[in-house]
């Protein structure tokens, strides 16, 4: 049973780029969540898909925004990158209101230069 | 709005020890989860506990258990017989669960704790 699968690993982009993180769930999992861990910080909430839809949104401007598809997998797009974007972002998957875990992928590791 | 507060670094300990992270909390919710994830060098954050707000005996996960003291806002991570493979970043966080609309589905996570395990 494969856990959350997340690509690429690693990405280098130039400020004002734009880039695509892509998140597929545990298997049977159909609400996703990203969150941004910026280095030597915990993980930040960004928001959380369930039905295709944008359910939940942290305190992140409009530059962040994202995509469900049917088959659950998700993705996160940002806009216009700023050099503090620079991060490790992280998707997790859920059953929905499932309170006691959620299932986190390995990450994308995106520098902005 | 929850906070969760790490005041810990950086924690070592010997092998076989036992090892104690702290972590307090701070909400105005009713109902809340708290939990504990494990993130090696490789970034993947691993589940090890939870504790609901409305249990009344502390979480135990084989060697992890979590000692929940409610009226002091706190959650520490209590790991038994240390091994090297727990050296890594330990992170409390918590949810809140009354509140089914807008705070439900999200974690919110302290600074970690980094564990290192020396022979």
């Known amino acids: ?113 | 709005a929850q906070k969760i507060t790490q005041t810990q670094p950086g924690m070592f300990v010997q092998e076989k020890e036992a090892v104690t992270l702290d972590c307090t909390y701070d909400t105005s919710d009713p109902s809340y989860g708290l939990f504990w994830y494990k993130q090696p060098s490789s970034g993947e954050m691993i589940f090890l506990i939870y504790q609901g707000s409305y249990d009344q005996q502390n979480a135990t996960e084989g060697r992890y258990s979590l000692n929940f003291q409610k009226a002091r806002k706190s959650a520490n991570l209590v790991i038994s017989a240390s091994q090297l493979g727990d050296s890594a970043m330990y992170f409390c966080a918590m949810r809140a669960l009354a509140d089914r609309g807008s705070t439900l589905g999200r974690l919110y996570f302290g600074r970690g704790t980094q564990l290192t395990v020396w022979p």
């Open chain 1, 1 to 113: 049973d494969a856990g959350v699968t997340q690509s690429p690993t690693h990405l280098i982009k130039t400020r004002g780029q734009q880039v695509t993180l892509r998140c597929s769930p545990k298997s049977g999992h159909d609400t996703v969540s990203w969150y941004q861990q910026a280095l030597g910080q915990g993980p930040q909430f960004i928001f959380q898909y369930y039905e295709e839809e944008e359910r939940q949104r942290g305190n992140f401007p409009d530059r962040f925004s994202g995509h469900q598809y049917p088959n659950y997998s998700s993705e996160l797009n940002v806009n216009a990158l700023l050099l503090g974007d620079s991060a490790l972002y992280l998707c997790a998957s859920s059953l929905p209101n499932s309170y006691e875990k959620l299932f986190f992928g390995s990450g994308t590791q995106l520098s902005v230069l």
